[in-house]
């Protein structure tokens, strides 16, 4: 079955370390997003990517980096930059990223916590 | 960068209770979709909607495409407590083509008492 597949599903982090989060889709989708979800906050943009080997910085970017290496997979990386980074973390695809009629499809998430 | 204004921000209802929320956007927007968010796991779509005035159904839930296109809402009745979740309207803003990426509302969360 076509999807999009996130791990881990649980991740720890101590303060000061890098962590990536994997994001991997077979749909044969050209655009993959990564957001970012706080308890009343909705879903905010961190990363999208329209294509291969080129990506577009989103509202939250700061803290984050991404690679899109391959058509299929989006890793985000959270920095110890990133200050606040305990949140549940998204990614998301979509057929072409011009025509949105289809909207995107999620990942069931990887909820990130700082100890 | 742009929200819909999505309300309520939440909702406590009995079962068996009809249940109604909206967005509302201050631009035209092209697509409106509706997705359903459960504890712990990614949002999945409804309902999607194309047209301006357009009205469709998914089961118990209905939602439409306002006539201004700058606005949408859903309904869902005689919710059962598998409604419970995060409801969150989501469209594409006509921007000439150059727009590459939905924009949100902060979604309402729904609660249902058996």
């Known amino acids: 079955d076509g999807g999009i597949t996130q791990s881990p599903k649980y991740l720890f982090r101590k303060e000061g370390q890098n962590v990536t989060l994997s994001c991997e889709q077979n749909l044969n989708h050209d655009a993959m997003y990564w957001y970012r979800q706080d308890p009343g906050q909705g879903l905010r943009l961190i990363y999208y990517?329209?294509?291969?080997?080129?990506?577009q910085k989103g509202d939250i970017a700061e803290g984050y980096s991404v690679s899109r290496e391959k058509k299929e997979s989006f890793p985000l990386t959270v920095t110890s930059a990133q200050k606040n980074p305990t949140a549940f973390y998204l990614c998301?695809?979509?057929?072409?990223?011009?025509?949105?009629?289809?909207?995107?499809?999620f990942g069931s998430g990887t909820r990130l916590t700082v100890v | 960068g742009q929200q819909l204004n999505q309300s309520p921000q939440s909702m406590f209802i009995q079962e068996g209770e009809d249940v109604s929320m909206n967005c509302t956007s201050s631009s035209i927007f092209n697509t409106w979709l509706w997705y359903k968010q459960e504890p712990g796991e990614g949002p999945v779509l409804l309902i999607a909607?194309?047209?301006?005035?357009e009205l469709t159904s998914n089961g118990r839930l209905t939602a439409q495409f306002g006539i201004t296109r700058k606005d949408s809402f859903l309904n869902i009745s005689a919710s059962i407590p598998s409604d419970v979740g995060i409801y969150f309207c989501?469209?594409?803003?006509?921007?000439?083509?150059?727009?590459?990426?939905?924009?949100f509302g902060k979604g309402t969360l729904l609660t249902v008492n058996p």
């Open positions: 909607l194309y047209k301006a005035g």
């Open positions: 990517s329209q294509i291969v080997n080129d990506f």
């Open positions: 989501a469209g594409q803003e006509n921007s000439g083509g150059s727009n590459y990426k939905l924009t």
């Open positions: 998301a695809s979509s057929i072409d990223p011009g025509w949105l009629n289809y909207g995107y499809t």
